[in-house]
């Protein structure tokens, strides 16, 4: 997740009020009622541009979601399969040959 600074009691928000709403077909965004109700059964007063976070990052997490599902997504975290730690591969590779090389005393 990016670093969110000192915003990151929305994220905190964001979990509490549940992230995504279920649906019919699948999780869909949050909706404004939810958002409104979740704020009457906590006691949070929310600002306007809270709420509007809360909406989007609802939005946005489930688009995302949505593209991920596809194989040609890369992953969020980097492409694992054309990155990788060159001295990690070379280590390994050089004990990987030093280990045969002493079997084969």
């Known amino acids: 997740m990016p ?3 000192e915003s990151v009691f929305v994220v905190a928000y964001w979990h509490d009020v549940g992230m995504v709403l ?3 077909m699948g999780p869909v965004p949050l ?9 009457q059964g ?3 007063d929310l600002q306007p541009w809270e709420f509007s976070a809360l909406m989007e ?3 946005v997490y489930l ?4 593209e991920g599902e596809k194989p040609e ?3 969020p975290y980097g492409d694992p399969v054309n990155e990788f730690d060159r001295a990690t591969v070379v280590k390994k590779v050089t004990g ?3 280990a045969f090389i002493q079997a084969k005393k």
């Open 42 to 44: 906590t006691g949070t």
């Open 96 to 98: 990987a040959f030093k």
């Open 31 to 39: 909706t404004a009622s939810e958002l409104i109700a979740w704020q």
């Open 63 to 66: 688009a995302a979601r949505q």
């Open 73 to 75: 997504c890369p992953p």
């Open 3 to 5: 670093d969110v600074g």
């Open 22 to 24: 279920p649906g019919g």
């Open 57 to 59: 990052m609802s939005r």
